[in-house]
């Protein structure tokens, strides 16, 4: 199957070519970049985890505390994850005393959500 349709321009022995339906991106240059490096962020198996513990947790928020107990993992490398992903606009920090709590950002949530199913 060819990878290109031919249409005819209305001009006398001119065709042009554009790309097979099947071809025609759904997302724009843009989205593609924004959602590539979100994959890049999250493609790591501990961000994953700890996505995935924001997004089922009663209150879709929860402290480096709660994530190094669920985890097994130490304070240090737990907050390490968390910074990516907060600098990569995944998720919010919010510091409540001497506590944060972190949060999938909302304009995120869609995306993360279609990629813990």
Do not use: C, F
């Not at 071809?23 to 994959?39: K, P």
């Not at 009663?58 to 097994?72: F, H, K, N, P, S």
């Amino acid at each position: 199957m060819s990878e290109w349709v031919a249409r005819d321009s209305g001009q006398r022995g001119a065709v042009e070519q554009e790309p097979h339906p099947a071809l025609r991106s759904t997302l724009s240059r843009g989205q593609a970049e924004d959602t590539a490096a979100v994959l890049r962020v999250v493609s790591d198996p501990t961000r994953l985890q700890i996505l995935s513990l924001i997004h089922h947790s009663d209150e879709r928020r929860i402290r480096v505390v709660d994530l190094t107990r669920a985890l097994g993992l130490r304070q240090p490398t737990v907050s390490y994850h968390l910074k990516v992903m907060n600098e990569a606009g995944i998720v919010s920090r919010d510091p409540v005393g001497r506590e944060a709590w972190y949060a999938i950002v909302p304009q995120r949530l869609g995306m993360i959500a279609d990629l813990l199913r």
